[in-house]
C-alpha cells in the first residue's frame, strides 16, 4: 500500500522560512512525477510545485522564486523550501505523486494517484 507522509510544517513570522518534506514508500509503480499542493480554509486545493523523475520542476506563476521543489530520488523523498512566507502562504500543504502523468499536468489535483495527510503551514503577520 502507499505511504505518502509529509513533515515540517509549523508556524513562522512573515519573512520567514520552512522545508517540508514528503516520504513515499509501498508503491509497486514509480512515480512520473510528485508534487506539492496547498489548501487554505474555504478554498480549492491548488498545485504548488512539481518535479518529474528527470528533475524538471514546475511551479505556480504566483510561487515562482520564493519556493524551490526539490528530490532525492534514492531517498524517495520530495522537499519543499518555502522562502520569504507571508500569511497568504497558510495552508495545509499536501504531497502527492502520479505514476501517469508528467510536466504541467502534475501540477493539477486530478492528475495525482496518491496522497498524503498533509502538513499544517501558519504564517503570522
Known amino acids: 500500500q502507499v505511504q505518502v507522509v509529509e513533515s515540517g510544517g509549523g508556524s513562522v513570522q512573515s519573512g520567514g522560512s520552512l522545508k517540508l518534506s514528503c516520504a513515499a514508500s509501498g508503491y509497486n509503480y514509480d512515480s512520473r512525477c510528485m508534487a506539492w499542493f496547498r489548501q487554505a480554509p474555504g478554498q480549492e486545493r491548488e498545485g504548488v510545485a512539481s518535479?518529474?523523475?528527470?528533475?524538471?520542476?514546475y511551479y505556480v506563476d504566483s510561487l515562482k522564486g520564493r519556493f524551490i521543489i526539490s528530490q532525492d530520488n534514492a531517498r524517495n523523498t520530495l522537499y519543499l523550501q518555502m522562502n520569504s512566507l507571508q500569511p497568504e502562504d497558510t495552508a495545509m500543504y499536501y504531497c502527492?505523486?502520479?505514476?501517469?502523468?508528467?510536466?504541467?499536468?502534475?501540477?493539477?489535483?486530478?492528475?495525482?494517484?496518491?496522497w498524503g495527510q498533509g502538513t499544517q503551514v501558519t504564517v503570522s503577520s
Open positions: 502527492a505523486r502520479s505514476t501517469t502523468y508528467s510536466g504541467v499536468y502534475c501540477l493539477h489535483s486530478w492528475s495525482m494517484n496518491s
Open positions: 518535479v518529474d523523475t528527470n528533475d524538471d520542476t
